[in-house]
């Protein structure tokens, strides 16, 4: 049985641990291998999740099946909307269902923080963008961003919910 909970530090090594695999699996044929290296060190690092972990802004929850991490998500508070900044889950797992469950708690918690917005950006290329389409987000501007010495070439997408 599959549960969602707030993350807590110590699923820090396991979210790194299924961030390199997913990222490997999911963007090895978008961006350079070195780029995915770079991001990975840049965005998953103990001590920034950790930071992040304790900051009232920012929101993670973890997707799990008895001690094994499935999935998670991390957003962020901004002034007037919800950013999904990370979901990923393990390549295994993409297609069973599990992606709309987080996002109906994602989707649970916005509303609860009083927000009714959610923004993310997803690489051009990136197959997720279809299951956001699914979940009612539409692309609302392409947008490069430079991160280091290299790019990311991603729609911003949004979501209005009720």
């Known amino acids: ?22 990222w490997y699996a999911t963007y090895s044929s978008l961006v350079p291998l070195e780029q995915i290296a770079y991001m990975l ?12 972990m304790n900051d009232s802004k920012h929101h993670f929850l973890v997707l799990i099946e008895g001690d094994e991490l499935l999935g998670y998500s991390h957003c962020i508070e901004l002034d007037n909307k919800v950013k999904l900044s990370k979901l990923y889950f393990a390549p295994e797992q993409q ?4 992606g709309k469950l987080l996002m109906n708690a994602i989707e649970d918690e916005t509303r609860s923080l009083g927000f009714s917005l959610i923004e993310l950006c997803v690489n051009r290329g990136n197959a997720a963008q279809y299951f956001y389409e699914k979940m009612g987000f539409k692309v609302i501007e392409s947008k490069d961003f430079p991160i280091g010495d290299y790019w990311m070439n991603d729609f911003v997408m949004q979501k209005v919910i009720s």
């Open 1 to 22: 049985m599959s549960e969602i909970l707030k993350a807590s530090e110590n699923q820090i090594p396991a979210i790194i641990a299924l961030a390199k695999r997913t």
């Open 41 to 52: 060190d840049m965005f998953y690092s103990e001590p920034l999740l950790r930071e992040q």
């Open 95 to 98: 297609g069973k269902g599990l």
